[in-house]
């Protein structure tokens, strides 16, 4: 309360509200496309998780859920890492997701993928991804990722 520097961060002066929320207005309203926190950084362009999760998502009848996060990364400044969940009985291999990944711009194409079993994808207290354990999972893949050499290489 009575923090002039945060309202000024969060107020403009033409007395717009900014709420760190992404998205756009058509002929069927406003969509909600996501969080300007969450923008992703690979080889100098700015992606928001959505836009690649949602790509992934086209897999119906393979993924259930799908949620992108950025790590550093020596040569691409953010690497992509995917968490995506299998359906229940459904084979989903790096081959199929690499395939897939060529319906999208190169710098937006994951740099690692996590398959996830089905009932496994990390929810918060509101059932929307849980951006903070998909990073913190993110950070231990790539640990494991760089004591291999796997991680930094072009």
């Known amino acids: 309360m009575n923090n002039d520097e945060a309202y000024r961060k969060t107020v403009s002066t033409d007395g ?61 400044t953010e690497g992509v890492v995917l968490f995506v969940e299998k359906k229940p009985g459904a084979d989903l291999s790096r081959e199929e997701l690499d395939e897939h990944a060529k319906g999208i711009a190169a710098y937006m194409r994951p740099t690692h993928y996590v398959v996830l079993e089905a009932g496994s994808f990390p929810l918060n207290r509101v059932a929307k991804t849980d951006y903070v354990q998909l990073k913190e999972r993110a950070k231990d893949e790539i640990a494991r990722l760089r004591e291999s050499g796997g991680w930094d290489k072009a």
């Open 16 to 76: 717009v509200c900014y709420t760190g929320d992404l998205g756009y207005k058509d002929e069927m309203g406003l969509h909600f496309s996501g969080r300007s926190k969450l923008v992703i950084k690979p080889k100098g362009y700015q992606v928001h998780p959505g836009q690649i999760e949602n790509h992934f998502l086209n897999l119906k009848e393979k993924i259930g859920a799908a949620g992108a996060v950025g790590h550093e990364h020596e040569v691409f």
